[in-house]
C-alpha cells in the first residue's frame, strides 16, 4: 500500500479545509495512512508530516509495522502527549474526528491546548478517501469475499436439523480459520426459523429446526479487509409462501444491483430494492438499509440508505443485502458485495442465489 | 438479573449527583441496566423511570429482551429522537457518558437540546456500579472461566512446530463454539517464537518454530461475560534462560494475587508484580499494566496499573497478567481471572502454572 500517496492526499485536503493538523484517532483510518494494526494509537498530520503515537506495550510492534511516520512513545497517556506537542507546535488550527473522539478526550485536549490552537470538529475527512478503494484494495477484498464464500458451501454441509446454530456458526468459523481468515469480520449470524425474522440474530444454542429459513451472515478478515455475505437457505420442503418471499428477496436484491452506476446517489440504489418489496406488499417488513461499505471496517461509509446522498463512483465497494421479516413466520436476506465499475457493478460474491432447501439426500434447488 | 434494582441503584446515583436524567450510550450499561444485546440503542433514565430507544431492525429483538423499560421505536435517528423527548420534559440537568459518547453525537444532541435542558459529562457512572458483581455474575463469570479453560488443553494437544499460529486459534476458537461459546471475547493471540516478544502478537501465519516460547491469550462470552486468560508454553526442551523468564513471571503473578484483597488500591497489586520483575532485572520487559476488570467487557474498570487509586471491593473480578518481553528473544505471559473475596482473592482460572515444554511425547512439566 502507498501510505506517502494517501498522507499526501489528506495534507490536500487539510489544506482545503484550512487546517494545519488532524489528529487521527480512529484506528481503521490511522491503519490507512500508516499501516499501523495494533489497538491503540494516534497519528497526528501536521506541518506537512506524520507523527505516531503509541504506548510502549506497542513499541516493538509499531517499528516494523509503521510506514512514512515519525515513531513517538511517549512515558504517560499517549492523547496528552499528543496534545503537548500540537501545543508546543506553530499549528493554529487541529481538526479532530468528531465521529471517533470522545466527549472526554476532546475535553482532555482541549484543556491542554488551551489558546494555543483552535480546535475544530471534522467528519469522514479520511474516511472520503477510503470510501474508493485502490485496485489493490480490490484484490484483497476479492480475496477476502472468496474465502468467506467458501465458507457457505461448508455450511450448506453441515446443517441438519437438531444441530445447536452455535454450531453451524463453529463450522464456518473453523473453516475460515484453516483457510487463512485473520479472524471474522463480526458476530457470526445463524438465525432459524421463527428467528430468521430477527435482522440481526446471532447464532443461539437453538436447535435448527426440521423445516424453516435459515439466515446466514457472516463475514473474515484477510490481509486487514473484510468480506461480508448473507444467504437464506430452507431447510425441509418450502411452501409457497416461503418461496414467494425467497423470490422476492431475490428480485429486490438484482433490482439493486442492476440500480449501481457511477453517478448515481445512493438512494437510489436503496429505493430500487425497496420498490420491488413493496410490489410485493413486504415495503414495512424490509426493517433496514440496503447496504454499506466494506473495506479494512465492516461498516464504512458511504451508507446505502434512502436519506443518503452520497454519489457512487468506480472503486467504491458496497453490500447490497435487502431483507425481508415476518414476524412469527420467518425472514429472509441476500447479500453480495459488489465493486462499482466505470459503467455498473462487478458482484464479487460468487456464491448461487437459487434458492436451496436442504433435505435429507442433501441441498436442492427449488426454483 | 434484577435490572429494576440496578435502575433503582442508578437513580439514587443520579440524584446525589443532581442530574434529573442520564442518557445511557454505552451498549454493555445499557445490557446491565435492561438486558438488551443488540447493537444500537440509548437508554434514557429519568423522571425515576427508564425508555429505551432503538432502531426498527431490533424493535422484535427489545420486544423480547428489553424488562423494566418503556420500548420506543422512532422513525429517524435514535439519538435526534432522544434528545428531543428529553427537552419536550421536565429534566434541567441531563448527563451524558462522556466516555462513551462522541463529539459529533454530543454536537447533535446539544443543537436539539438547546437551552431547554444543561447538558452535563459524566464518567463511569454506571461502570462504577458494575465494577463489584452481583453473585449470580460472579457465577457467569466463572462458568465463562471454565470453558475458556478446557481450551487450554485442547490448544496444548494441538501444538506442534510447523502449524500456523492461526491453525493453533482455529483450534481453541472451534471448541469454543462446540462448548456453547457466544464468541471469543477478544481477538485470540497465538504469538510464538521471536512473536511471544509481542504483547499483543495476534495469531498470525507464522509456523510455530522447533524450539521457542507460545505465547496464548485468549477468552470466551458465555452468558453474555467474558472470560480472558494466558498462558505461555515451550515447544522444544527449554535452557536455562527461558525457564529463569518463565519462574520470574510466574513469581510476579503469584505476587500480585498474593496482595490482592479489600482494602487495597489496584496500584498496590500492580507494583507488588513489578518489584518482582525489577528484582529479577526485568522491569523494563513489563511494558504493560498487571490487569484490568472483566464482566460483560473484556476490559472494564478498574484498570491494574501503577497510578491508579481504586480501592479492591469483594465481588470485583480481575485480571493479574504480568508478563516480560525480550525483543529479539521472547516473552512470557501468565494471567488469570480473580474474584476479590471478604478477605483476600479467589483465583478463579482452575488451569496449571507449572512450566508446560511441549515435546514430540507431548507436554511435560518442567519444573
Redesign the interface.
Known amino acids: 500500500m502507498n501510505y506517502s500517496l494517501r498522507q499526501g492526499n489528506l495534507l490536500e485536503d487539510l489544506s482545503r479545509r484550512h487546517l494545519d493538523a488532524l489528529l487521527v484517532t480512529h484506528l481503521p483510518n490511522v491503519r490507512y495512512l500508516c499501516g499501523f494494526t ?2 491503540a494509537g494516534v497519528l497526528v498530520v501536521a506541518d506537512g508530516r506524520c507523527t505516531f503515537f503509541t ?7 509499531a517499528r516494523t509495522e509503521v510506514q512514512d511516520a515519525r515513531l513517538v512513545v511517549p512515558k504517560g497517556p499517549v492523547l496528552d502527549a499528543v496534545a503537548r506537542v500540537v501545543a508546543d507546535s506553530r499549528v493554529k488550527t487541529v481538526g ?1 474526528e ?10 482532555r485536549v482541549a484543556r491542554i491546548l488551551r489558546s494555543k490552537a483552535r480546535v475544530r ?1 471534522t ?1 469522514r475527512l479520511v474516511e472520503e478517501r477510503r470510501m474508493v478503494k485502490e485496485p489493490a484494495e480490490v484484490e484483497r477484498l476479492r480475496a477476502a469475499v472468496q474465502l468467506g464464500s467458501s465458507l457457505f458451501d461448508k455450511a450448506v454441509a453441515a446443517i441438519r436439523p437438531g444441530m ?1 446454530e ?2 453451524v ?2 463450522e464456518i ?2 473453516a475460515g ?2 483457510a ?4 471474522m469480520a463480526f ?2 449470524i445463524v438465525a432459524s426459523g421463527l428467528r430468521s ?7 443461539s ?1 437453538q436447535p435448527i429446526p426440521r423445516r424453516g429459513f435459515v439466515v446466514l451472515d457472516f463475514g473474515v478478515i484477510l490481509g486487514g479487509y473484510c468480506s461480508d455475505m448473507s444467504r437464506t437457505v430452507y431447510v425441509g420442503k418450502p411452501a409457497a409462501q416461503a418461496r414467494r418471499l425467497y423470490q422476492a428477496v431475490r428480485d429486490a436484491q438484482q433490482a439493486a444491483i442492476e440500480a449501481v452506476r457511477p453517478g448515481r446517489t445512493v438512494g437510489e440504489v436503496d429505493r430500487a430494492a425497496r420498490a420491488v418489496l413493496r410490489r410485493a406488499g413486504l415495503a414495512r417488513n424490509f ?2 438499509s440496503t447496504g454499506h461499505g466494506v473495506g479494512l471496517e465492516i461498516h464504512e461509509p458511504p451508507r446505502i440508505a434512502r436519506e443518503e446522498q452520497d454519489v457512487l463512483r468506480p472503486g467504491m465497494v458496497i453490500t447490497i443485502e435487502p431483507g425481508a ?1 415476518v ?1 412469527g413466520y420467518g425472514g429472509v436476506r441476500i447479500e453480495d458485495m459488489v465493486v462499482v465499475t466505470t459503467t455498473s457493478c462487478e458482484v464479487l460474491t460468487p456464491t448461487t442465489k437459487e434458492f436451496l432447501a436442504i433435505q435429507e439426500s442433501g441441498p436442492v434447488i427449488c426454483s
Open positions: 495494533g489497538s504506548e510502549r506495550r506497542y513499541r516493538e510492534q479532530l468528531s465521529e471517533h473522539m470522545s466527549v472526554a478526550e476532546e475535553a470538529q467528519r445447536t452455535r454450531a456458526a463453529a468459523e473453523y480459520r484453516c487463512g481468515a485473520e479472524g458476530e457470526t425474522a430477527l435482522p440481526h440474530g446471532l447464532a444454542s426493517t433496514h421479516y414476524p
